[in-house]
């Protein structure tokens, strides 16, 4: 039995989880006002992930984890955000930390688990930290936003550009920093428009010590022979993993309006005929359903030929890593304009408060917000290396 057998999304495994996260459907729904109404995913849900096995999925072995392909997690991901999109951003996200955290020095992962594997982190990768180099590591200060799920985590990744002789600030340099909870604060802050349940609050700290073991240098981390031993998962590259931890989600959702506008559609009389009976609403409804299915399968297929390049060694060409990066940089854009579509299309209805095509509306525009969705970047490099220029994106 090969490992895709034993690990990719038709494995029995991941096909339990798929199963799990199916069942705690209705309890993320029942649960979803809450969650909204308090800006936080409540404590049942995380424990309830807990207890399914969500957070192990990418986890190392070493620690209680899974090991499982990437597919599997955003397998899990998507079943989730049908029900509650906020609660599934913050699994994603949450979770992929726990894929990173296997890409550290060692030392650093016995440090968050070394009592409890349960321990969860949360992140904010903005470089806007300040750096001071310092014997044996870096005294680290700065405010950082978007922080999705930290009332959840006991510690922190932080993004910051590390300063060299010459080259005070340069993206090239740029590392994640591990911060326990007792080094940082959390500003209370998250008041949005959408993914309100999210609890993306504020972490703030100042000169605070972290030792060089705790940090991450994620861009070309997986052109080092660091990894070499370990299995494909810990050997992809970090933007192509997070990226589709901030994307899945959206798609998810806009995977259950799908299934809000068809009910519309039953009751709806629209222009002297049902909804269901009108050919633009048929049109609409077969538009979304195509392009659910064709952004599912894009994404699977990119992670089967990133583990494909992982286990062999054999490097994918830039443009098709350009590609895969970009493609998944368009899901939230596509998620949204469908989800438009099928709004205009419920009529004076749609625009209700309590409309559930309105509020997965607005989650969906929300994450349109994070920067790894916004596509225009990732457009612009992916035609500038077809036309032969040098990528504009590094981490690919």
């Keep these: 039995m090969s490992d895709r057998d034993t690990r990719g999304l038709n494995s029995p495994l991941a096909q339990e989880l798929l199963e799990r996260a199916r069942a705690l459907g209705p309890t993320l729904k029942e649960r979803s006002a809450q969650c909204e109404a308090m800006s936080k995913v409540p404590d049942e849900t995380i424990a309830d992930f807990q207890d399914a096995g969500f957070f192990k999925i990418l986890q190392s072995e070493k620690y209680g984890g899974y090991e499982l392909d990437p597919q599997v997690y955003y397998g899990v991901v998507l079943e989730v955000a049908k029900h509650c999109m906020s609660s599934a951003w913050v699994l994603s996200v949450i979770g992929v930390h726990n894929w990173q955290l296997n890409l550290f020095d060692p030392q650093a992962a ?35 936003s978007f922080s999705s799920g930290c009332e959840h985590c006991k510690w922190v990744f932080l993004g910051a550009v590390v300063p060299v002789e010459g080259q005070p600030w340069d993206i090239k340099n740029y590392r994640t920093f591990l911060v326990p909870l007792d080094d940082y604060k959390i500003e209370k802050n998250w008041d949005v428009v959408g993914l309100k349940g999210t609890g993306s609050h504020d972490i703030e700290l100042s000169d605070v010590f972290v030792p060089e073991h705790r940090t991450h240098f994620m861009l070309g981390d997986t052109t080092s022979d660091k990894h070499s031993d370990k299995r494909a998962l810990y050997r992809l590259p970090f933007m192509q993993v997070f990226s589709r931890a901030v994307c899945t989600a959206t798609l998810g959702a806009l995977e259950s309006a799908l299934e809000d506008y068809i009910q519309v559609a039953q009751f709806r009389i629209a222009g002297g005929q049902m909804m269901r009976d009108h050919g633009d609403s048929k049109k609409v409804a077969a538009q979304v359903k195509a392009n659910i299915e064709s952004m599912k ?97 590094l981490g690919l």
């Design 110 to 144: 016995a440090e968050v688990w070394k009592d409890d594997p349960s321990v969860l982190i949360s992140s904010s990768y903005a470089p806007v930290g300040l750096v001071k180099p310092v014997d044996g590591g870096f005294m680290l200060t700065g405010r950082w």
């Design 297 to 393: 399968l894009i994404m699977m297929n990119s992670f089967d030929e990133m583990l494909k390049s992982a286990e062999t060694g054999i490097e994918i060409d830039m443009v098709e890593r350009a590609r895969y990066r970009y493609e998944s940089s368009m899901v939230a854009d596509r998620c949204i304009e469908l989800s438009s579509k099928m709004l205009k299309a419920a009529g004076s209805g749609g625009i209700r408060n309590n409309s559930p095509l309105l509020k997965k509306h607005l989650n969906m525009l929300a994450s349109q917000a994070h920067v790894a969705n916004v596509s225009e970047s990732f457009e612009l490099n992916l035609g500038g290396i077809l036309f032969g220029h040098e990528p504009t994106e």
